[in-house]
């Protein structure tokens, strides 16, 4: 059985919550082309970051061609060696590949050093996306020289954290609802997303383990 908050990951942008302006950006962006470039979105912990590079690389790439790394640590020289076999050429179904790196913010320099010639290299039916938290981000800005050449070769999401406590409240009220798991107040879901930070992941965890029942 599926976690809730996998059961509940938004699909398509219109279910991605509370990050218009992001997903407006996003949108504009796609709408001139899915491929040939790459990504940054930063952010909180479970604001929506993954989610919304899972849903950019579903645009142009089938399941089995989208690659998801979990942290930067998996990215290692002979997977970068990979995608740069792979991405010569066309996936099947949609056609396209994706890469997605999170916890991008654990980047080494030796990983960076090759990405900023992949990344100028990148075929229209390619996309990678990286993502971190903003803590994450100005880390690396302290440790890697690197850094910046990389973040200037991507296109720049940030995700809000502003305004989501009360929107992140009712949506994870109706989930427990449905779930039958729920037996409080709103209030006290708004309670639960300030005490978790907004961190929609980390609500629905809660949720799961029966605390906002009666
Ligand atoms: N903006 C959102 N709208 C609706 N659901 C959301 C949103 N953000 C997060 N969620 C819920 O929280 C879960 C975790 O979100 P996600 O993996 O996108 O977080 P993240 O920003 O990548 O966090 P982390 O930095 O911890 O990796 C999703 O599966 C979904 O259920
Ligand atoms: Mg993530």
Redesign the pocket.
Known sequence: MKT???????STFD?????DKAVKKVKTLLSRSWGGRAWW?S????????????IIAAQGADGLYVREFDSADQLSTSEIDKIEQDMHYFAPGKGGRAYIV??AHGLRKAIIRRLLGLLERIPNHVCIIF???KI?ESKLFDDQIDANPLLSRCAKIE?TNQG?AK??AE?CRQIATKENLNGKSLQSYVKLAQNCKN???Q??MIIESGEMLE
């Open positions: 809730l908050f996998e059961k509940y990951r938004p279910e991605v919550l509370g990050q979105i952010g909180a912990s479970g604001a929506g970051k993954t989610t919304i590079a899972q999170n916890e993502t971190t938290t994450g995700l989501l929107v992140f949506h961190n929609c992941r609500m629905l």
